[in-house]
């Protein structure tokens, strides 16, 4: 369960950057001025937005232009007056120059003249080479005035959502725009040329597209958590297997060569974590966050564990418990409906967050942590798999909400992998690895664009169009994330070390190679040397 936040398009936040656990204040207090930033922020927008308004409305009244246009949607809605100084009558003032701006105006002011992609509007307006790959069709004047009320990523992605945007050809050729927007969002007066162009009578609030969630209570308390997981995990299982395939996994696969299928890349990755956390007949797995029961499924399959998977997703545990019955592994394997915080019956060997670590958030580290290191035996290991953010996103002090945020990871924090570490190891646990695996999250996510592409009218059904359109662009824009070294997946390794100090790790890691065919028959891998790494544990 595993999604990607950060940059321009993703959820950027503040990472706690020193503290301790075991009772003891825990906190980064870059996070509450950061909270205290945004509150001022809005304040000072709404202010801003008034006389802002109030100007364009003065403005409104002085202007024979503004009061003569014509109703917005025809083929001249952007069409304005410029008279020249020289073109007044002799002996009369000169008139008041009027400002010249059309959609082609606005268009190659905002985004520049030479696109790498195609632009069509409803007035007929086109912007952009006639070879291009991507199609940008801008359907209705509500475009725009999303646009106004919301003059950032928020307001392009409810146009998007609401189908007055649309995206033809290759989604990734879309994301060449990011050179040229770093950050979404639009300038005092590129808002004022958008109201000019729409005209003041016709601005107006649009509901946002029911897609949108606007999480409501305190910040990660257990039923904000539960609607925010509800919202993401909880519209439709037949959904997420178009998109996913056949594994059912929803986190970063690895491949051994780019020539892997996605299954086989997922198995690959199960594989991976069962070595690093020395799965064998005997021992007990706990997976965190244990969606449709992959991870707990291959480690009994193939390691002969018992296994527990947690889940706060209703449909997630009914499939899953499916899954694990059709397996005939329903005397080792179990999935529960209930949250990690009332898991009491341990301690296990191992545990496995696998693409959980997101919904945590700041503020629930320090009980994340301890709920983890309680959970472990002594000698037990963590694998804690989750994306992070690189250090620079925490010098943006404001982040103004945007696709991620309402669209598809609501209340999604991402941590820098460094503070990671170092709770860990403040809590009591050894770091033993880390690898960041963002080059296999990228092609993860560009093969799960092809499913939903090749799916596309049997998702539509499943979902409706607003939603599978957020899916497109989101998976799309978050692969070219971790491409660009905007944003890493991460694997960390830890151990409870036990009284006398011994890690029961080997002198070097013995996990690799990983390649094709590494992954142990089913019942059988417990007989193979080769395969499980065995560790003598000093009790």
């Known amino acids: 369960m595993e999604i990607a936040t950060g940059g321009s398009i993703v959820l950027a936040s503040g990472a706690m950057d020193r503290g301790r656990l075991g009772g003891s204040w825990y906190g980064d207090p ?37 009061r003569s246009r014509p109703a917005l949607g025809t083929a001249d809605v952007c069409r304005c007056i410029d008279r020249r100084d020289d073109e007044a009558p002799e002996g009369e003032q000169p008139p008041r120059k009027e400002l010249v701006m059309t959609l082609e105006s606005f268009i190659t002011s905002w985004l520049g003249s030479d696109l790498p992609v195609r ?31 919301a003059p950032g990523e928020l307001g392009l992605a409810r146009a998007y959502v609401a189908g007055d945007i649309s995206i033809a050809g290759d989604i990734f050729g879309l994301m060449a725009l990011r050179d040229r927007l770093p950050e979404v969002k639009l300038t005092p007066s590129q808002v004022a040329q958008l109201v000019r162009i729409v005209g ?38 037949d959904f997420y297997r178009l998109v996913l395939g056949s594994s059912l996994t929803y986190s970063c696969a690895v491949f051994a060569d780019s020539s892997d299928t996605l299954e086989e890349a997922q198995a690959n990755k199960y594989e991976l974590i069962s070595r690093k956390l020395g799965l064998e007949p005997g021992k007990r797995l706990l997976d965190i966050g244990c969606g449709w029961g992959g991870m707990v499924l291959h480690g009994a399959q193939h390691h002969g564990v018992e296994a527990v998977g947690v889940t706060i997703s209703k449909p997630q545990a009914e499939l899953g418990r499916k899954r694990v019955a ?8 179990e999935i529960r409906l209930q949250d990690y915080r009332d898991t009491t019956d341990g301690p296990f060997d191992a545990i496995s967050s696998i693409g959980m670590f997101e919904h945590v958030g700041m503020r629930r580290l320090e009980e994340y942590y301890t709920r983890v290191i309680d959970l472990l035996a ?37 941590h820098e992998v460094g503070t990671v570490i170092t709770a860990l190891q403040n809590g009591g646990l050894e770091v033993r690895h880390m690898e960041n695996l963002r080059e296999h999250y990228a092609l993860t996510l560009r093969q799960w664009v092809a499913n939903l592409e090749t799916n596309w009218d049997a998702a539509v059904a499943e979902v409706g169009e607003g939603r599978a359109r957020v899916w ?31 890690s029961g790790f080997p002198l070097r890691p013995d996990w690799e190679p990983l390649g094709k065919g590494t992954t142990p028959p ?18």
């Open 30 to 66: 870059l996070e509450h001025f950061q909270q205290r930033i945004s509150a001022h922020v809005r304040y000072l927008e709404h202010v801003s937005v008034v006389l802002f308004w109030r100007g364009i409305v003065a403005e409104r009244r002085q202007s024979d232009f503004l």
């Open 119 to 149: 632009i069509e509007t409803f007035d007929g307006t086109v912007v952009g080479p006639v070879d291009a790959e991507t199609t940008v069709v801008v359907h209705s004047p509500d475009a725009l005035v999303r646009m106004v009320m």
């Open 200 to 237: 003041v009578r016709n601005l107006r609030r649009l509901p946002p597209p029911p897609e949108e969630h606007r999480s409501r209570g305190r910040l990660h308390t257990r039923r904000r958590d539960a609607a925010a997981i509800s919202h993401h995990y909880d519209i439709s299982n």
């Open 326 to 333: 059709e397996a005939g592994l329903a005397d080792r394997v």
């Open 378 to 414: 002594p000698g037990g290991r963590l694998l804690n798999h989750a994306i992070s953010r690189t250090d620079k996103a925490r010098r943006r002090l404001y982040v103004r909400p945007g696709l991620s945020s309402r669209y598809v990871f609501p209340d999604g924090q991402l």
């Open 472 to 502: 497109r662009l989101y998976m799309a824009a978050s692969a070219v994330l971790f491409e660009s070294d905007e944003i890493h997946v991460d694997q960390v390794l830890a151990v409870k070390p036990i009284r006398s100090g011994s």
């Open 522 to 539: 089913r019942h059988a891998a417990s007989a193979d040397p080769g395969l499980i790494p065995r560790f003598a544990i000093d009790q």
